[in-house]
């Protein structure tokens, strides 16, 4: 959540040296499309989309909420295989 709020306070060129050096710390970083995806060592996440003319949109899930988020899309069927009908 602190990337998040960091990023609402600046503009977007000073936000992606923010973004680069949180991606040098990430647990994982990845591009989905053209989202910027960060997940953080405390289990949070971030996904930050550039809209163009200056504008960021930037979603975070907290970590609490993390194993929901994967036990509804289910990206790693292996580890809850015995959740699964």
Same mark, same amino acid.
């Given at each position: 959540?602190?990337? $998040?709020?960091? #990023?609402?306070?600046?503009?977007?060129? *000073?936000? %992606?040296? +923010?973004?680069?050096?949180?991606? $040098?710390?990430? #647990?994982?970083?990845?591009?989905?499309g *053209?989202? %910027?995806? +960060?997940?953080?060592?405390?289990?949070?996440?971030?996904?930050?989309?550039?809209?163009?003319?200056?504008? %960021?949109?930037?979603?975070?899930?907290?970590?609490?909420?993390?194993?929901?988020?994967?036990?509804?899309?289910?990206?790693?069927?292996?580890?809850?295989?015995?959740?699964?009908?």
């Amino acid at each position: 959540m602190e990337l $998040a709020d960091k #990023l609402r306070q600046v503009e977007v060129g *000073e936000g %992606m040296k +923010i973004i680069e050096g949180s991606t $040098a710390r990430a #647990l994982h970083f990845d591009v989905i499309g *053209e989202v %910027m995806c +960060i997940m953080h060592s405390d289990g949070s996440a971030n996904m930050i989309d550039y809209m163009g003319k200056g504008v %960021m949109s930037v979603e975070s899930i907290s970590s609490e909420n993390i194993l929901k988020v994967l036990k509804h899309y289910r990206p790693f069927k292996s580890v809850f295989s015995k959740q699964m009908q």
